[in-house]
């Protein structure tokens, strides 16, 4: 069984920094793609940015030059750190990553946390 558990949400100024951390358990033989999703009230879940297992890096235009994802692959671990947060970035981040484990391949998601800008 794999879980993918989020943490470092909460509340932050507008101009202010986040780090987002999701770590990745269970029976896992290898973890390809990880990323975040967000979803904010009222709107559909929303890609963010993802990271290859060779660390190739993706972004939304809304966050390229304000957040940087990247991961620990020894310890299934991926992370987001967000710069000059704004209000609009206010939503429930999801992680997401594509893990082989002893029963099969496919995509899981974390539980979410909360970010919050606000003044």
């Known amino acids: 069984q794999v879980q993918l558990v989020e943490s470092g949400g909460g509340l932050v100024q507008p101009g202010g920094s986040l780090r987002l951390s999701c770590v990745a358990s269970?029976?896992?033989?290898?973890?390809?793609?990880m990323g975040w999703y967000r979803q904010a009230p009222g709107k559909e879940r929303e890609w963010v940015a993802d990271i290859s297992s060779g660390d190739t890096t993706k972004y939304a235009d809304s966050v390229r030059g304000r957040f940087t994802i990247s991961r620990d692959n020894a310890k299934n671990t991926v992370f987001l750190q967000m710069n000059n947060l704004k209000p609009e970035d206010t939503a429930v981040y999801y992680c997401n990553a594509d893990i082989v484990s002893v029963l099969r391949r496919q995509g899981y998601w974390g539980q979410g946390t909360q970010v919050t800008v606000s003044s």
């Open positions: 269970g029976s896992i033989l290898r973890v390809y793609t």
